[in-house]
């Protein structure tokens, strides 16, 4: 008696989880405006829970909901109307995607939990990622360079952590998620306020799942090819076989960071500013370039836990500049060493000296450029060796001229222009003719016809023959 009394007590308590669940789905359907008739007619298609719908794509939702309104179900009333509008169906695939971020985050289905609130929060971080899908399809993610030695290791971390950063995984996040510090996520992490669902997802996602497994596989891949060859390599080739990306990204960093590795680092850090030297700007090497080096060892010291005198970076770092163009400025650092007290005050009052040091000579270097360039292409020009005239020459003829040659023709213009003032007409030279040239034929000025001859009657010849007539 007491067992067959504890399952019917089991049997309705099923049974009010069924009914709650039931109404539960009934209120979502109500949020997103579907009719009583139309969930009916749903539930007869096989939709009646989060559960049904899991099992459904963005492409499926559409073909229930065109079957829907075109093949009533049998069971159907004749007198009732079903309508599935298309903010319904959108709503609908909202809600599919709310379920990946459950799972995602390791929570269980409840749709007392899809409120209104929260399906809008879900539209909104779906309009996000495809705005984002938009610029990652332009962007180009630079992969960071092998990590050849630990002394360049925050300078490889922060590229490193940028580019996984760009990089969006199968739980539609950015990659950097897989090798958070946090490993589990408490109830307390989930209703957290936070500034963006970008950092939300990126707390509360579940490191488990097919959507970690996939994402952990390619941090592995990610991170052997940037550590093969190098002093970190050794250490994370153990988890190869499996493909672990989260364990061999945190074994790196616990590396790194060991006692070990920050002594390595930071005694290479120190040789890295003792190498360093500015005499003078080179084609490969500037002072921007000087300064940076010394920021960079300076924060990997940091970084190592070790934090270096102001004085001693002061001195670090003037001491290795030769360059002369730069010697007033450490005088007058050395002679006011309470206003350039830090090392930062220093870069930049030299990095300013620098500059303008720089921008003067290119502009010495230009001048003198432009004048090389005008001497050698007047030294490359042709001699002009034409006939000289009096007139007027186009002006790249007229450069070609010997002063000479230019006088000349001065000349021979002022004097034809002398000559035309006169009324005087100036015939060019292949005009003129010889006298040798000049020809006369007697026996053909005697048969000329009286009418050739009509103009002879007159002038002094004929005169002459007149009074020899006579």
Known sequence: MARRGANQVNQRQGANQVNQRLDEWSQLMARIGVSPATRDELERHGLSSLEDLE????????????????FPHPDRPNNVRVYLGTSSVELLKVIRYWIDIQERIGVELDAAECTTRAIEDTKMWMKQLAAKKKVADKSDHDRPKTLKKWSEWQAF??????????????????????????????????????????????????????????????????????????????????????????????????????????????????????????????????????????????????????HPEERWKIKAFLDNITDDQLGIAKANIAGSPDVYDTFDKVQRYVSLIATSNTKRKRDIHDIRKVASVTKASKGNQKKFSGKLEAKSYPPAVWRTMSQDQRDKVSSMRRAKKAIEAKGMTIYPESQKRKASEVKLNVEEVEE???????????????????????
Not at 223 to 243: A, F, H, L, N, S
Not at 254 to 259: F, L
Not at 448 to 470: C, I, N, V, Y
């Open 55 to 70: 099992a459904l794509d963005n492409d499926g939702i559409k073909s229930l909901a065109n079957t829907v309104m075109r």
């Open 157 to 306: 971390w922060d590229s490193w952590v940028t580019y996984m950063q760009g990089t969006t995984g199968a739980a539609d996040i950015p990659i950097t998620y897989v090798f958070r510090d946090e490993e589990t996520v408490t109830q307390e992490d989930v209703s957290a306020t936070y500034p963006s669902n970008k950092e939300k997802y990126h707390r509360i996602t579940a490191l488990r799942g097919t959507h970690y497994e996939a994402d952990n596989e390619q941090v592995w891949q990610e991170i052997k090819i940037v550590t093969q060859g190098g002093p970190g390599w050794d250490y994370i080739k153990k988890y190869e076989k499996r493909m672990d990306g989260r364990a061999a990204v945190m074994e790196l960093k616990r590396q790194a960071n060991s006692t070990h590795g920050s002594v390595i680092r930071s005694n290479d850090a120190y040789d890295s500013i003792a190498g360093l030297s500015f005499n003078g700007p080179k084609k490969l090497w500037t002072f921007e370039q000087y300064v940076n080096g010394h920021i960079k060892a300076h924060n990997e010291l940091l970084e190592c836990g070790i």
């Open 448 to 470: 000329e016809t009286p009418l050739t001859q009509a103009g002879k009657q007159f002038g002094r010849s004929a005169h002459k023959k007149q009074k020899k007539d006579t």
